[in-house]
DNA sequence: ATACCATGAACAG
DNA sequence: TGTTCCTGGTATC
């Protein structure tokens, strides 16, 4: 389940298996046949992640986009061997050295350079890229009379944040989700960025979000599940202080935060 | 077998 | 603000 650090390790994960060599593209389930089509046999020059977003480019110059939304999931089979297709498999790639097959997504489809910059347009700088400019993301916060916890849902204000890193971002830093973002103060706005940063960076490296500091905290053996790796995102009480957590609708989806660790 | 739920976002009104 | 779409895992009968 994908927020911004997913999209960034998949390019990361994927690349070696498919990048710089010929890709047989198809759709079993059947939806994105006439896409994969436009593509199908070309070689995968670049996958690359902004926000929530993938773009594939292809060397005939067409842009494949991949959103994965809620429920999007890729499945890797390493290997050059034929998988059977598993559950509804809406585009898979393959080569050589693996089969990589993309069920669920919100988006799949070949475009143009053109769509993936219109893409890019609507989003915010992506705290995981190198060509991230911070300034625009702090300008629409200060500007913003809307709650800090709806903003960071907000993919034009900065791109890859979803519902568990607002939680836990906010958390970190003892900002109640209601305060208007332009209440806060710039060394908050800063702070925000800089969190977003350092949690999605981390959520890359460990492959799931882990927001909690592990020498106060250690994250239990084996893979965790959800919750257990956060302060307050999915839980029913406060890690740090036992608290019940609240529950806020924002931005349409509940903003889990600590009413005890969050003054408003 | 069925219900419900989830780290998302577009769209209608 | 509410509805809709995408899929599959887990919970509940």
Same mark, same amino acid.
């Given at each position: 389940?994908?927020?911004?650090?997913?999209?960034?390790r998949?390019?990361? =994960?994927?690349?070696?298996?498919?990048?710089?060599?010929?890709?047989?593209?198809?759709?079993?389930?059947g939806?994105?046949?006439?896409? /994969?089509? *436009?593509?199908?046999?070309?070689? *995968?020059?670049?996958?690359? &992640?902004?926000?929530?977003?993938?773009?594939?480019w292809?060397?005939? +110059?067409?842009? @494949?986009?991949?959103?994965? +939304?809620l429920?999007?999931?890729?499945?890797?089979?390493?290997?050059?061997?034929?998988? /059977?297709?598993?559950?509804?498999?809406?585009?898979?790639?393959?080569?050589?050295?693996?089969?990589?097959?993309l069920? +669920?997504?919100?988006?799949?489809?070949?475009?143009?350079p053109?769509?993936? =910059?219109?893409?890019?347009?609507? *989003?915010?700088?992506?705290?995981?890229? %190198?060509?991230?400019?911070?300034?625009?993301? !702090?300008?629409?916060? /200060?500007?913003?009379?809307?709650?800090?916890?709806?903003?960071?849902?907000?993919?034009k204000?900065? &791109?890859?944040?979803?519902?568990?890193?607002?939680? $836990?971002v906010?958390f970190v830093n003892?900002?109640?989700?209601?305060?208007?973002?332009?209440?806060?103060? =710039?060394? $908050?706005?800063? &702070?925000?960025?800089?969190?977003?940063?350092?949690? !999605?960076?981390? @959520?890359?490296?460990?492959? %799931?979000?882990?927001?909690?500091?592990?020498?106060?905290?250690?994250?239990?053996?084996? &893979?965790?599940?959800?919750?257990?790796?956060?302060?307050?995102?999915?839980?029913?009480?406060? !890690?740090?202080? @036992?608290?019940?957590?609240?529950? *806020?609708?924002? /931005?349409?989806?509940?903003?889990y935060?600590?009413p005890?660790?969050?003054?408003?």
């Amino acid at each position: 389940m994908p927020e911004g650090h997913t999209i960034h390790r998949i390019a990361k =994960d994927h690349s070696p298996l498919l990048t710089g060599r010929p890709v047989a593209v198809s759709s079993p389930q059947g939806r994105f046949a006439a896409d /994969a089509a *436009l593509v199908d046999g070309q070689t *995968l020059e670049r996958i690359e &992640a902004y926000g929530k977003h993938l773009f594939y480019w292809w060397s005939s +110059g067409r842009v @494949g986009h991949v959103h994965l +939304g809620l429920f999007g999931k890729y499945r890797v089979h390493r290997g050059p061997g034929a998988v /059977a297709p598993q559950g509804e498999v809406r585009m898979r790639l393959r080569t050589d050295l693996a089969t990589i097959d993309l069920a +669920g997504p919100t988006d799949c489809a070949i475009g143009t350079p053109d769509d993936r =910059d219109a893409i890019v347009a609507r *989003l915010g700088p992506d705290p995981l890229r %190198r060509d991230a400019k911070p300034a625009e993301a !702090l300008q629409r916060m /200060a500007r913003s009379k809307q709650p800090i916890g709806a903003l960071l849902l907000d993919q034009k204000v900065m &791109a890859g944040v979803g519902n568990a890193y607002r939680a $836990e971002v906010l958390f970190v830093n003892a900002i109640h989700p209601l305060r208007p973002a332009a209440d806060l103060s =710039d060394a $908050e706005r800063e &702070a925000v960025w800089a969190t977003v940063v350092a949690m !999605l960076r981390k @959520g890359v490296k460990d492959n %799931r979000i882990i927001t909690i500091d592990r020498k106060e905290f250690p994250v239990p053996k084996g &893979a965790p599940r959800r919750g257990d790796g956060t302060y307050v995102y999915f839980r029913d009480t406060c !890690l740090r202080c @036992g608290t019940p957590t609240g529950r *806020l609708t924002l /931005a349409g989806r509940d903003c889990y935060y600590c009413p005890a660790c969050q003054p408003g």
